[in-house]
C-alpha cells in the first residue's frame, strides 16, 4: 500500500503570503489527484497530475516522478483559499481504481 | 446539472439499525465509489463500481454493502450500525476509472453519528 504523507500538517499565512504544500509518496503511481475540502466539508479537485506542472489562476502544481515528490503552490493567497488540500496517489495499471488519500493540510489564510 | 448528490447530509443511527446513504450523479460516469473520513485520517475507500452490475470492495469495507443496478445510482447500505461506522461520508463520481485525467467529483458528504 502507498504511503501518503502531506507537509505541513497546519500553516497559517498573511494574506498576500506564497503558500507551498507538499506531498510525498512511497511507491509509484499513475497519477496525482490535489483536491480542496471547504470548512464546510464539500471537496473539489484542483488538478490532476501524471508529470511536471499544471496551472489555473493562482494555483500551480508540480510533480517529479523520480523523487515521488508533488507540490501545491498558491501565489498571493487570499482568505478565501483557507481549506484542507488534500493530496491523492493512483496506483500504475490499468482497473486500478483505489485512490490513496493523504491527511490533509489545514491552510488559515489571515487577511 | 446536479453533479453528485448525497442524502441524508446529517443522521443519527442507534446501534443494530440499518440505514442506506443515497448518491446519484447525472453526469453519466461509470466509476462511482464510497469513501468514509475519520478524524486525524485519510479519507478511505469502501466500495467502489466500475459500471451498473458491477461492485467491489475497497479498504474498508466491512458492515457495508452497494449495488449498482443503474449508471446513475449507488446506494451504501449499513447493515447493522455500530460506533465505529460514525464518521463522514463521501460519494464520489468520475469518468472511465480515474484514467485518462478524469476529473473525480464529490457530493457533499453526509455525517452520521452512531450511538
Known amino acids: 500500500k502507498n504511503e501518503v504523507e502531506q507537509s505541513p500538517q497546519n500553516l497559517t499565512a498573511q494574506e498576500g503570503e506564497f503558500i507551498t504544500i507538499n506531498c510525498s509518496y512511497s511507491?509509484?503511481?499513475?497519477?496525482l489527484h490535489w483536491l480542496q475540502q471547504h470548512p464546510g466539508g464539500g471537496i473539489v479537485s484542483l488538478f490532476m497530475l501524471s508529470s511536471g506542472k499544471k496551472k489555473h489562476g493562482r494555483l500551480i502544481a508540480t510533480i517529479n516522478i523520480q523523487e515521488k515528490h508533488s507540490s501545491l503552490h498558491i501565489t498571493a493567497s487570499h482568505p478565501r483559499d483557507s481549506a484542507v488540500y488534500i493530496c491523492a496517489v493512483r496506483p500504475p495499471g490499468a482497473g486500478s481504481y483505489q485512490l490513496t488519500f493523504g491527511k490533509g493540510t489545514k491552510l488559515s489564510v489571515i487577511p | 446539472n446536479a453533479g453528485v448528490t448525497q442524502t441524508p447530509k446529517f443522521q443519527v443511527l442507534k446501534t443494530g439499525q440499518s440505514m442506506t446513504l443515497q448518491c446519484a450523479q447525472d453526469?453519466?460516469?461509470?466509476?462511482m465509489s464510497w469513501y468514509r473520513q475519520d478524524p486525524g485520517m485519510g479519507l478511505r475507500l469502501i466500495h467502489y463500481s466500475v459500471g451498473a452490475g458491477i461492485t467491489d470492495q475497497g479498504e474498508v469495507p466491512n458492515g457495508y454493502n452497494v449495488s449498482r443496478s443503474t449508471t446513475e445510482d449507488f446506494p451504501l447500505r449499513l447493515l447493522s450500525a455500530a460506533p465505529s461506522q460514525t464518521s463522514v461520508y463521501f460519494c464520489?463520481?468520475?469518468?472511465?476509472?480515474?484514467?485518462?485525467?478524469?476529473?473525480?467529483?464529490f457530493g457533499e458528504g453526509s455525517w452520521l453519528t452512531v450511538v
Open positions: 453526469m453519466n460516469h461509470e466509476y
Open positions: 464520489a463520481s468520475s469518468y472511465s476509472g480515474l484514467t485518462s485525467g478524469a476529473t473525480i467529483y
Open positions: 511507491v509509484g503511481i499513475s497519477a
